[in-house]
């Protein structure tokens, strides 16, 4: 009998691997564990020698270099995928960025500038990817990206994230409704604050890891593997009747936030 997840020749894309601590990371080695083929990406060749040891450990085919504002790298990324692979059938978008300025001022005092990056980066950047995988998903397939529950509740400190990964939960279920006909589904995963590179950048986050810890309904706060449970879960066909949700995985906190 297979078990219920079971991504045993199913090949996924996994951007957003910082370090070993990252969320991409704890989701790719869920994806390993339940069999998946995986490639990761890196973000620029100084990012490389951080990326790469994890993505040895995780067993990955191949990595490849995405960073989103540099022209045409993403669509080179899917034509690897192409010619590696013939196809996909899992994807995870676990990037986000706001320049600092912005991302530690008010929100109505973001520039435009930071603003449009920043919802280019973090929420753009998932609706390209997902029409880029909409040729390579023929048999269908899934898509996830990663938010926080700043999107719906004003959370101290997250400032300009939050309206943006507003945008990025929106964007979520009208690529769910839009390719779902073709077997693509989609998720916004909601985990609870974990500590790592990419939230270090948010000011005095140490003491919303605090609070989150205070008010999580057992007490604990979640780690990466929690989120990789879930992610590994949602692209297998045990979720095949699952789409366009924004799901949390933080210990109940979204019930007291």
Same mark, same amino acid.
């Given at each position: 009998?297979?078990?219920?997840?079971?991504?045993?020749?199913?090949?996924?894309?996994?951007?957003?691997?910082?370090?070993?601590?990252?969320?991409?990371?704890?989701?790719?080695?869920?994806?390993?564990?339940?069999?998946?083929?995986? =490639?990761?990406?890196?973000?620029?060749?100084?990012?490389?020698?951080?990326?790469?040891?994890?993505?040895?450990?995780? %067993?990955?085919?191949?990595? =490849?270099?995405?960073?989103?504002?540099?022209?045409?790298?993403?669509?080179?990324?899917?034509?690897?995928?192409?010619?590696?692979?013939?196809?996909?059938?899992?994807?995870?978008?676990?990037?986000?960025?706001?320049?600092?300025?912005?991302?530690?001022?008010?929100?109505?005092?973001?520039?435009?500038?930071?603003?449009?990056?920043?919802?280019?980066?973090?929420?753009?950047?998932?609706?390209?990817?997902?029409?880029? =995988?909409?040729?390579?998903?023929?048999?269908?397939?899934?898509?996830?990206?990663?938010?926080?529950?700043?999107?719906?509740?004003?959370?101290?400190?997250?400032?300009?994230?939050?309206?943006?990964?507003? =945008? #990025?939960?929106?964007?979520?279920?009208?690529?769910?409704?839009?390719?779902?006909?073709?077997?693509?589904?989609?998720?916004?995963?909601?985990? %609870?604050?974990?500590?790592?590179?990419?939230?270090?950048?948010?000011?005095?986050?140490?003491? #919303?890891?605090?609070?989150?810890?205070?008010?999580?309904?057992?007490?604990?706060?979640?780690?990466?593997?929690?989120?990789?449970?879930?992610?590994?879960?949602?692209?297998?066909?045990?979720?095949?009747?699952?789409?366009?949700?924004?799901?949390?995985?933080?210990?109940?906190?979204? #019930?007291?936030?």
């Amino acid at each position: 009998m297979n078990p219920l997840v079971d991504l045993r020749g199913k090949r996924g894309l996994v951007i957003g691997v910082a370090n070993e601590h990252s969320i991409a990371t704890g989701c790719a080695d869920a994806f390993a564990q339940c069999g998946a083929r995986l =490639a990761v990406t890196y973000v620029n060749e100084k990012a490389r020698s951080w990326v790469a040891p994890v993505a040895e450990k995780l %067993g990955a085919e191949w990595s =490849a270099p995405c960073d989103v504002r540099e022209p045409g790298q993403l669509e080179a990324l899917f034509e690897e995928v192409r010619e590696r692979w013939g196809g996909l059938d899992f994807l995870l978008h676990s990037i986000a960025f706001a320049p600092k300025e912005d991302l530690h001022g008010r929100v109505v005092d973001s520039s435009a500038e930071g603003f449009a990056m920043a919802m280019d980066v973090s929420c753009h950047s998932f609706l390209r990817m997902a029409k880029l =995988a909409e040729p390579l998903m023929n048999e269908g397939g899934c898509l996830l990206c990663v938010t926080f529950y700043g999107s719906e509740r004003v959370i101290e400190h997250y400032n300009l994230m939050g309206p943006v990964k507003a =945008a #990025l939960e929106s964007a979520t279920r009208y690529v769910a409704a839009e390719l779902g006909p073709k077997g693509i589904r989609a998720h916004a995963i909601s985990p %609870g604050p974990i500590a790592t590179r990419a939230a270090s950048g948010i000011d005095r986050f140490d003491e #919303l890891l605090d609070r989150a810890a205070a008010q999580a309904s057992q007490g604990q706060l979640v780690d990466i593997g929690d989120v990789g449970s879930l992610a590994a879960f949602l692209v297998s066909d045990a979720a095949r009747r699952i789409t366009g949700t924004v799901i949390p995985v933080d210990n109940g906190l979204h #019930l007291h936030a």
